[in-house]
């Protein structure tokens, strides 16, 4: 009780200071005390030039709790990942693998590759430090195979075969500002490092030293150009940005001596190029010589023909689906986000399209109560500003998902407020924490909050927020937010 008094209190001065006025202090007794405080919160005048969506319905009752704007069309951010996972999750299930394959049309001869090693990818987002010890552990993993089979020379080429998706490398409706951003990693049928580079960058100790840039894979890929300028004092403050339609990165600005590291991502350019390159770079290191140099193609008939008079060197399996959707929503990963469709008309249809998936899902769209054109769809990830939904329909997913045999592998890929993911620093200390489990969705003047909450009796609802023309910060609709879910989370009747 102690603790749910010091949090009303909480409440009633962080309102007061918001400028929100007329909150019910109490405890809510029923449902519809506690609608009203919801009202209440959303009625903050901070908020009087934006647009608000919101429903939230009791799983239990199968009421509507709270509704606003609820059949109105939102830009969702990255709640888009909503409709993308659960269609890979109703498509392939959460068991499903990606396949990564080398083969040659060549012979061996004299322990050398007479020929051309080409190596097929289906879109593989995983050959990162998030599965593995290293980036390239794989690929070292690839040349002792091919070792143990008598390979210790290629005398052609490595050709990447991307002929399982088209041709499209970033999502319809992209920011052109970003392309150089992690965020904004272009994507394909061959991936690596996430198809982008960690730069560390560690400003000098004292006067007399250097400043160290270290990127978390070594290549000739990219090249790394450090142009900032040292000071006494201050604070550092660095650009790190790729020249667009190069993989020349510009490291610009300020370091100050004795400053702290600096982490920043960008992206690299023709994901599918950086993979081979990797990997030739990565077999010449563990011992098998590459005498000719690296490309890569995506014709099908191509593919088709080789494939037909070509042996199988060796066949790659990612982690589980499971894992890789975990990934997705946890970090919100966009990379991920435009793979998944593509992966799944892949394996559906032969060929990986957005156009494709769209056709696909459209039957699991009806069932979950979202008819066709009621709802635009414009990528995987939620970057693209041409993604529209309203609330009603994200918390319809939600709740088709709830009642389905997927229910307890869906709920484990939703971030955990105060636990991990990006909820890990929201909700802390409050009824919410650990309690939460919800995706985020953030993009300029957009914010969204889609998930689950249970109450202190143990009635659990889903829910989903959107925020649309704001021009506060991000940290302003999540007192919005984060406030009704803990008012939930509290109530007890």
């Not at 957005?354 to 459209?362: P, T, Y």
Request: hydrophobic share 35%.
């Amino acid at each position: 009780m102690k603790q749910s008094l010091f949090f009303t209190i909480l409440l009633f001065l962080f309102y007061s200071c918001a400028g929100t006025e007329n909150l019910q202090h109490r405890k809510a007794k029923n449902h519809k005390e506690l609608c009203s405080q919801i009202e209440t919160i959303f009625n903050d005048s901070a908020f009087a030039h934006a647009h608000w969506g919101a429903s939230i319905k009791s799983l239990k009752t199968g009421k509507i709790l709270y509704k606003q704007n609820d059949d109105k069309l939102f830009l969702p951010a990255s709640n888009t990942k909503i409709p993308t996972s659960a269609n890979t999750f109703l498509e392939l299930g959460t068991d499903f693998y990606f396949e990564t394959m080398l083969y040659s049309d060549a012979e061996i001869q004299d322990s050398i590759l007479i020929g051309n090693l080409y190596v097929k990818g289906t879109g593989d987002p995983t050959l990162y430090e998030e599965f593995y010890d290293s980036t390239t552990a794989v690929f070292f993993d690839w040349a002792t195979i091919l070792k143990f089979k008598g390979i210790k020379s290629i005398q052609g080429d490595i050709i990447g075969d991307e002929s399982a998706f088209d041709e499209s490398r970033l999502g319809y409706g992209w920011v052109f500002d970003n392309f150089d951003t992690w965020y904004s990693a272009e994507f394909g049928p061959l991936q690596i490092n996430e198809n982008y580079v960690d730069i560390t960058i560690f400003p000098p100790a004292t006067s007399e030293d250097s400043t160290r840039v270290f990127p978390n894979i070594s290549s000739s890929y990219f090249s790394i150009i450090d142009k900032t300028v040292l000071a006494d004092t201050g604070k550092s403050d660095i650009s790190v940005r790729r020249k667009f339609g190069t993989n020349d990165i510009e490291i610009k600005g300020t370091l100050v001596i004795g400053g702290n590291k600096i982490v920043r991502s960008p992206s690299i350019t023709n994901p599918g190029l950086f993979f081979t390159t990797v990997l030739k770079e990565t077999f010449q290191r563990n011992g098998i010589s590459v005498l000719g140099s690296t490309s890569v193609f995506s014709d099908t008939l191509r593919s088709d023909s080789l494939l037909m008079k070509s042996d199988t060197l060796l066949l790659h399996f990612s982690p589980d689906g499971q894992s890789i959707i975990s990934k997705l929503m946890k970090r919100s990963q966009n990379m991920y986000a435009e793979t998944m469709p593509r992966f799944v008309t892949y394996q559906k249809t032969g060929h990986g399209t957005f156009d494709k998936w769209l056709e696909i899902i459209e039957p699991n769209m009806e069932k979950m109560g979202i008819k066709k054109g009621s709802y635009q769809y414009a990528d995987g990830s939620g970057l693209a500003r041409y993604n529209y939904f309203s609330p009603n329909q994200f918390r319809s997913i939600l709740e088709y998902m709830y009642y389905s045999p997927y229910k307890e592998k869906w709920l484990e890929v939703f971030p955990i407020a105060g636990v991990d993911g990006t909820l890990k620093r929201r909700m802390i200390g409050t009824s919410a924490e650990n309690n939460v489990r919800a995706k985020t969705g953030t993009i300029s003047n957009s914010r969204g909050l889609s998930g689950y909450v249970t109450s202190k009796s143990g009635e659990e609802f889903a829910f989903s927020f959107l925020v649309n023309g704001h021009i506060l910060s991000s940290s302003d609709t999540d007192r919005i937010t984060d406030s009704i879910l803990t008012l939930i989370a509290e109530f007890d009747r």
